[in-house]
């Protein structure tokens, strides 16, 4: 009955993209024409946006100035910082913060003008209200966590880089060079990766016409689902309990033994080990060599070893390899953003990608609409209430 039905669409092409391009069975992962690796590797999270923009890199002037407009879209209004004071006093989670304040991110209004806010998009231009949307979350984050923390938020600041100032935001320290390079190659590598849930929400909504902020604020809520960008964490988690047993190869497989998933490991479109999690892999051990902190690096390394042995032997036939949140896991908390913040942290990189998707559909539009198959009763007949 349900054979023809694509549930969850898998394996359903609904459109062409010149973003992102994944192929499982090889493991590779194309970002904007560039092999990630490539990209991830050398880019300033400014480069990997502009690029899916615009279909090529910028000069250097041309970078100057996209780095400038960004960096002065970067304030949000007082009412959006009251309504994340809100939220951190609540105790709601980070990112209901972030859909709080993306949904806010256009808001404009007396207040703010006299706050020295600039001027936010009301051009009613997507790609205008784009970059408005990319440049706001990171402040969004940094805020909510700063209120989480008892402590005032910090202004940003427009000479930092856009991963610099984030990190600035959050600590009120400028941040070293190997943290700033670990943070603009997590951001790139996970800019885009084809038609996943948040995107795809993020295109159906593009796909009506309505406007960006719409688009960004359904793709955090759709983000927000465990089943998306809930895994960092728990990786995290994992990784600390295996570190401070000082046995990763007891403790993983223990953890099997008990009837628990390692975090971190398989994926559902890759068949061999996510192209992220080499170059996130790459990107942590040489962080943490200039960090010094190794022992934490070593002992992730080590359960990655361990994990897909072990996996090996407990699913044979299938390959189940470190996936990206792994090593993001390994990353971010070595960088020092916080571990409730990494879900979040995905959403200020990935809004790259919901915005350029966003464009990309408007060019050649058609409103999303596929159908659903009625499986209910076609004859009932009305009983009045009391009769019922
Ligand atoms: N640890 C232990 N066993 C596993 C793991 C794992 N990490 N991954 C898959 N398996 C086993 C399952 O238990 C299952 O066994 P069964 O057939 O006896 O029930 C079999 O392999 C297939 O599992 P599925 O969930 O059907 O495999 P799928 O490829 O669809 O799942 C998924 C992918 C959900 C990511 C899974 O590998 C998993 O739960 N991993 C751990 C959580 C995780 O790391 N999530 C982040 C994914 S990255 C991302 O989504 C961006």
Not at 15 to 34: N, V
Not at 96 to 107: I, T
Not at 293 to 320: C, M, N, Q, W, Y
Request: hydrophobic share 40%.
């Amino acid at each position: 009955m349900t054979d023809d039905i694509a549930r969850g669409l898998e394996g359903v092409t609904v459109a062409k993209t010149r973003l992102s391009s994944i192929d499982g069975e090889a493991g590779e992962l194309i970002i904007g024409g560039f092999p990630l690796g490539e990209l991830a590797g050398n880019a300033t999270f400014e480069e990997a946006v502009f690029l899916l923009r615009e279909d090529r890199l910028p000069d250097e002037a041309e970078l100057a100035s996209f780095r400038d407009d960004l960096a002065s879209r970067r304030n949000i209004a007082p009412e959006t910082r009251e309504t994340l004071r809100a939220a951190a006093e609540d105790g709601l989670p980070a990112m209901d913060a972030l859909r709080m304040g993306v949904a806010a991110a256009n808001l404009d209004g007396d207040a703010a003008a006299t706050d020295g806010r600039s001027a936010q998009s009301e051009s009613g231009d997507p790609a205008d209200d784009a970059l408005t949307a990319v440049a706001v979350m990171p402040t969004v984050v940094a805020t909510y966590w700063r209120y989480r923390e008892g402590a005032e938020p910090i202004a940003p600041r427009e000479d930092l880089g856009h991963a610099a100032n984030y990190l600035y935001m959050l600590t009120g320290e400028e941040p070293d060079d190997a943290a700033v390079r670990g943070l603009e190659t997590y951001l790139d590598a996970v800019i885009d990766h084809g038609l996943n849930a948040s995107t795809f929400t993020a295109r159906c909504i593009a796909s009506t016409e309505s406007d960006v902020f719409s688009a960004v604020t359904g793709a955090v809520g759709a983000l927000k689902g465990p089943l998306h960008g809930g895994a960092p964490g728990p990786v995290l988690d994992m990784l600390v309990d295996i570190h401070e047993s000082g046995d990763p190869e007891s403790a993983v497989r223990e953890r099997l033994e008990r009837g628990e998933r390692l975090m971190g490991f398989g994926h559902r479109v890759y068949e061999v080990r996510d192209p992220r999690a080499a170059v996130l892999s790459d990107a942590a051990e040489s962080f943490y060599e200039v960090s010094g902190d190794t022992d934490f690096f070593e002992s992730a390394r080590e359960a990655e070893r361990v994990g897909v042995e072990a996996l090996a032997e407990h699913k044979p036939g299938r390959r189940l390899e470190t996936n990206v949140e792994f090593y993001t896991a390994v990353l971010l908390r070595g960088i020092g953003i916080p571990r409730d913040l990494f879900t979040a942290t995905f959403g200020v990189a990935r809004v790259g990608g919901w915005t350029a998707h966003c464009l990309e559909q408007l060019t050649d539009n058609r409103i999303v609409r596929p159908r659903a198959r009625y499986v209910g009763d076609t004859d009932r007949e009305w009983t009045p209430v009391d009769e019922r």
